[in-house]
T-cell receptor
Framework: GQQVMQIPQYQHVQEGEDFTTYCNSS?????IQWYKQRPGGHPVFLIQ?????EVKKQKRLTFQFGEAKKNSSLHITATQTTDVGTYFC???????????FGKGTKLTVNP | EPEVTQTPSHQVTQMGQEVILRCVPI?????FYWYRQILGQKVEFLVS????????KSEIFDDQFSVERPDGSNFTLKIRSTKLEDSAMYFC????????????FGEGSRLTVL
């Protein structure tokens, strides 16, 4: 079945450093979404990417969708303590309602 | 801001007991979901529900699970005979339309099976 791999599992950074998490799917995706989950919280939608090679920015966050629509990345520039949490990618295939989540990257930021 | 609400926030039950988790999706949303997250692990799809019927379900969603939308607002997940491995956080989610696909998650219901 469809699998979504995400690396790294953990990332510790000093405040102000950059952070990147990578996501790879075993199958071609129709779209990929990114969610953030704060400790003890629920997933909160960040963005959806649909087009091959798409790049979207939200302030310090940059999201990319690979040309083959099988990989994606999230890059945070100059991390802040408010960026702490687990970042999940989640992909779906055409015609399916199911979002398959990666295992997430847990980001800690030292002030 | 509209939100998905879930009750109870935490339920402790004995193995073999029936459990019903309740959700009130955002009022104008049409697509409803249950996901679960075992502690410290990834979020896993259980079932999707549209137009008063299941549209898709995962292999986790076996005969012990059922979903219902008994009225215009509630969306429930029933586990008939709980097992230890059902212990997890269960998230209800909803969305307005097929596209865009933004899912709105509730705060979750933590189920502990003893």
């Amino acid at each position: 079945g469809q699998q979504v791999m995400q690396i790294p599992q953990y990332q510790h950074v000093q405040e102000g450093e950059d952070f990147t998490t990578y996501c790879n799917s075993s199958t071609t995706l129709s779209n990929i979404q990114w969610y953030k989950q704060r400790p003890g919280g629920h997933p909160v939608f960040l963005i959806q990417l649909v087009k091959s090679g798409e790049v979207k920015k939200q302030k310090r966050l940059t999201f990319q969708f690979g040309e083959a629509k099988k990989n994606s990345s999230l890059h945070i520039t100059a991390t802040q303590t408010t960026d702490v949490g687990t970042y999940f990618c989640a992909g779906s295939q055409g015609g399916s309602e199911k979002l398959v989540f990666g295992k997430g990257t847990k980001l800690t930021v030292n002030p | 801001e509209p939100e998905v609400t879930q009750t109870p926030s935490h339920q402790v039950t004995q193995m073999g007991q029936e459990v019903i988790l309740r959700c009130v999706p955002i009022s104008n949303h049409l697509y409803f979901y249950w996901y679960r997250q075992i502690l410290g692990q990834k979020v896993e799809f259980l079932v999707s529900f549209y137009n008063n019927e299941i549209s898709e379900k995962s292999e986790i969603f076996d005969d012990q699970f059922s979903v219902e939308r008994p009225d215009g607002s509630n969306f429930t997940l029933k586990i008939r005979s709980t097992k230890l491995e059902d212990s997890a956080m269960y998230f209800c989610a909803s969305k307005l339309a097929i596209f865009p696909g933004e899912l709105f998650f509730g705060e979750g219901s933590r189920l502990t099976v003893l």
